[in-house]
């Protein structure tokens, strides 16, 4: 079956440190990967996309992506976090020209 | 001002009783999706459109319907909703399929 996997439920990380938010994803061919934000009581918001291309992705915000394809992974990154990051962060799947798929979502918790 | 609205955004309903939640956007956007959101099972897609008139099953699309008559609005509608339907619901829409999508505030439906 199709998938995206998030690992980690949580990642806790001190201000100023860098930070990763893992995702891994099972689907064939090459899908579309992306990054999404969502902040208590609102709606997604976009981060980054891979389409093709350089495999480091630059988004909003300071955020970075890595795509692997030998390791189906993409993992979201940036050099030095934000108490103002601390949000729920979601990775996607664009698959088969149609669909989303969705990961579970990691809650990064940044303290000052 | 480019946005999705939803409407309502809160809505508590007993067993059985139709309703429908309306998801409109303002961007002439092509695709449009509605998902439903789960502590621990992040987002699942219900149903989504590729185009006016076009409308296809996501992976959990039972106990719902979508139209889509006209380009800007695809409003979700529950039959007899049930109590598992209990979810924050998210409309979210794109310029073409597979593009950026840009979500709605979200409507938290309670069933009893």
């Known amino acids: 079956a199709q998938s995206v996997a998030q690992p980690e439920d949580q990642v806790n990380v001190a201000e100023g440190n860098p930070l990763t938010v893992k995702c891994t994803y099972s689907?064939?061919?090459?899908?579309?990967l992306f990054w999404y934000v969502q902040y208590p009581n609102r709606g997604l918001q976009f981060l980054l996309k891979y389409i093709t291309g350089d495999n480091l992705v630059k988004g909003s915000y300071g955020f970075e992506a890595e795509f692997n394809k030998s390791q189906t992974s993409f993992h979201l990154k940036k050099p030095s976090a934000l108490v103002s990051d601390s949000a729920l962060y979601f990775c996607a799947v664009w698959y088969n020209f149609n669909k989303f798929y969705f990961g579970s979502g990691t809650k990064l918790n940044v303290k000052p | 001002e480019a946005q999705v609205t939803q409407n309502p955004r809160y809505l508590i309903t007993v067993t059985g009783k139709k309703l429908t939640v309306t998801c409109s956007q303002n961007m002439n956007h092509e695709y449009m999706s509605w998902y439903r959101q789960d502590p621990g099972l992040g987002l699942r897609q219900i149903y989504y459109?590729?185009?006016?008139?076009?409308?296809d099953k996501g992976d959990v699309p039972e106990g719902y319907k979508v139209s889509r008559k006209e380009k800007r609005n695809f409003p979700l509608i529950l039959e007899s909703p049930s109590p598992n339907q209990t979810s924050l619901y998210f409309c979210?829409?794109?310029?073409?399929?597979?593009?950026?999508?840009?979500f709605g505030p979200g409507t938290r439906l309670t069933v009893l």
């Open positions: 459109s590729m185009n006016v008139e076009v409308t």
């Open positions: 689907v064939s061919g090459n899908p579309y």
């Open positions: 979210a829409s794109s310029f073409v399929p597979g593009d950026t999508q840009y």
